[in-house]
């Protein structure tokens, strides 16, 4: 992806570090040459756009309600059974 510009840094190094940008985990040297970047080129800023939208949608279709406790513990006792079951037959070969 280019708006075919020459460019200090290279589209596919911008669009590499797109998810690290939105999560705040690249210094500040990367994070301005990033900014340069995406307000000089309209595709990797149309592709940042799709990006942090795809993280805000998974992030809100993560935060929803817990399980009940109810269910927790039965997932949790079907685990037990499942592990244990496992420890039998293994060590009874």
């Known amino acids: 992806m ?3 510009k020459p460019h200090e840094t290279d589209c ?14 690249i210094d ?3 994070r301005a040459r990033i900014v ?5 080129c309209q595709p990797c800023l149309r592709q940042y756009g ?6 805000a949608l998974v992030h809100r ?3 929803c ?3 009940p406790e109810r269910l927790r513990v039965q997932i949790v006792t079907r685990i037990r059974q499942i592990s244990i079951t496992y420890r039998s ?3 009874g070969d």
Not at 12 to 25: A, G, I, K, N
Not at 36 to 40: F, S
Not at 50 to 55: G, I, M, N, S, T
């Open 61 to 63: 279709s993560c935060t």
């Open 28 to 30: 500040d040297a990367d």
């Open 2 to 4: 280019s708006c075919g």
């Open 65 to 67: 309600e817990h399980a």
């Open 12 to 25: 596919s190094e911008v669009l590499s570090l797109v998810y690290d940008f939105l999560d705040s985990e």
């Open 50 to 55: 799709l990006e942090q939208a795809v993280k």
């Open 89 to 91: 037959t293994e060590f």
């Open 36 to 40: 340069q970047h995406l307000d000089e």
